[in-house]
């Protein structure tokens, strides 16, 4: 799939980093560093604006290192990008460590993947149809 693509910052375009990656990475794009204190969250700008085909979306996620070792989170996440959107790509993140946390330009800090969606039509209905889980949620299936 081809993707229209400006790119306004003083960084590659994002790119798969394997073969068979599903998302590519995404970076900050920043005049100064950025220093996030514990359960502060902030908007990074990446300096990146896109045209994606009607039918699709493109998802923002965290990555997996940066959660784990740093405790930096994606909130909204994953959070949608509309196939109608023109604006810059902004990445809400959150310091869900103790410590602060420090953005640097170019830092690689979230993870963007592309899917396809569609738009459902509704059909009005008095009752559903039965089904084995029924109106089973929130843990009814247990732990073990």
Not at 59 to 79: F, K, M, T, V, Y
Request: aromatic share 4%; glycine share 10%; hydrophobic share 35%.
């Amino acid at each position: 799939m081809k993707v229209k693509i400006i790119n306004r910052s003083k960084h590659p375009l994002p790119e798969y980093k394997t073969k068979a990656s599903a998302g590519m990475d995404i970076r900050a794009n920043l005049e100064e560093k950025v220093t996030l204190h514990s359960l502060e969250r902030k908007l990074i700008p990446t300096g990146l604006f896109i045209e994606l085909p009607e039918g699709y979306e493109a998802q923002i996620r965290p990555r997996s290192g940066l959660a784990l070792n740093e405790g930096l989170g994606i909130l909204n996440s994953p959070g949608t990008i509309d196939s109608d959107y023109r604006g810059e790509l902004g990445v809400i993140v959150v310091n869900l460590s103790n410590d602060p946390i420090t953005i640097e330009d170019g830092e690689r800090i979230c993870q963007m993947v592309i899917h396809s969606v569609e738009q459902a039509e509704w059909i009005e209905m008095e009752e559903l149809s039965e089904s084995e889980r029924g109106k089973g949620g929130f843990g009814h299936t247990g732990k073990k």
